[in-house]
């Protein structure tokens, strides 16, 4: 089992940045695919960022690209999402997620099977 907690989520002028951090629990997280979801009210959960086990592979969304960047420390258990140039289209609670099955680079939220708690981003206008 494991366990993943977000932190670093806020209230954020358009433009600015965040950077979220999503804990993991457990000595086998450097063996997981990492992802990023967010979801805003009424609408589905939604893909933004993946990062491979090793952390050589990353993939994200087109509404993201070149704006938000994925990384991961297996050192410290931690993985990061830094986003600049938030607009209001970025609003929404974040998850990350974790795949066991490292062989695999989802962007489908049904791939993962652990989950944080969510970090609610919101960005004014």
């Known amino acids: 089992q494991v366990q993943l907690v977000e932190s670093g989520g806020g209230l954020v002028q358009a433009g600015g940045s965040l950077r979220l951090s999503c804990a993991a629990s457990?000595?086998?997280?450097?063996?997981?695919?990492m992802g990023w979801f967010r979801q805003a009210p009424g609408r589905e959960r939604e893909f933004v960022a993946v990062?491979?086990?090793?952390?050589?592979?990353?993939y994200y969304a087109d509404s993201v690209k070149g704006r938000f960047t994925i990384s991961r420390d297996n050192d410290k258990n931690t993985v990061f999402l830094q986003m600049n140039s938030l607009n209001s289209d970025d609003t929404a609670v974040y998850y990350c997620?974790?795949?066991?099955?490292?062989?695999?680079?989802?962007?489908?939220?049904?791939?993962?099977?652990?989950w944080g708690q969510g970090t609610q981003v919101t960005v004014s206008s």
């Open positions: 990062i491979n086990w090793t952390g050589a592979t990353t």
């Open positions: 457990g000595r086998t997280f450097s063996m997981y695919t």
């Open positions: 997620a974790a795949d066991r099955n490292r062989a695999v680079i989802s962007r489908s939220h049904w791939q993962y099977d652990y």
